[in-house]
């Protein structure tokens, strides 16, 4: 059974840090492009980044500068770094797993970000 758990959101200031983290199970997560996204009520689910196995990142421009994704091979866990927080990246991040030339994607729960002083 695959899984995708996040944790590590809640409320924070403007201008404040979080840390989200993902931990797979049920894959071999050295095949997987990991990535996180987004979605803010009202709004389309959106990309924030992506992370290949071997490093590769690739962000959303609202992303860029702020946020740093990240993943450890070896314990299966993907983390997504926000500073600089504003309002308007509140919304319910996502972890996603993509199989590398397969057509297999897997989603996390959620966790849900908040942004407000």
């Known amino acids: 059974q695959v899984r995708l758990v996040e944790s590590g959101g809640g409320l924070v200031q403007p201008g404040g840090s979080l840390r989200l983290s993902c931990a797979a199970s049920?894959?071999?997560?050295?095949?997987?492009?990991m990535g996180w996204y987004r979605q803010a009520p009202g709004k389309e689910r959106e990309l924030v980044a992506t992370?290949?196995?071997?490093?590769?990142?690739n962000y959303a421009d609202f992303a860029k500068g702020r946020f740093t994704i990240s993943r450890d091979n070896a314990k299966n866990t993907v983390a997504l770094q926000m500073n600089s927080l504003k309002p308007e990246d509140t919304a319910v991040y996502y972890c996603?797993?993509?199989?590398?030339?397969?057509?297999?994607?897997?989603w996390g729960q959620g966790t849900q970000v908040t942004v407000s002083s």
């Open positions: 996603h797993g993509r199989r590398v030339y397969l057509s297999l994607n897997y």
């Open positions: 049920g894959i071999t997560f050295r095949n997987y492009v």
């Open positions: 992370i290949t196995s071997d490093g590769n990142t």
